[in-house]
């Protein structure tokens, strides 16, 4: 993915929620009542300002992933950044 193209959330970022998150956030696990595989694509996007909100404060805190767990590459974590930025609130 080039820097200056749009992340897409299909492509882009579920993927990263599959492998950094899924542990804790899916698969029947909805830690801090937050479970990502409940987010059927884009068309689960709307309405969820709150999620991207806390996603993006405790990504770029360090605070998610949990210190124990595998954490996303500086280009992952722009990556999601952007999207969150872009695409869930639009800007």
Partial sequence: MAETSKPEFTRDIQPLLTEYCSDCHADGANKGGVAFDQLKGEAGLPGTPELWLAVLKNVRAGLM?????????EEEQRRLETWIKYGAFGL
């Fill in 65 to 73: 992933p949990p210190a124990k767990k595998a954490r996303p590459t």
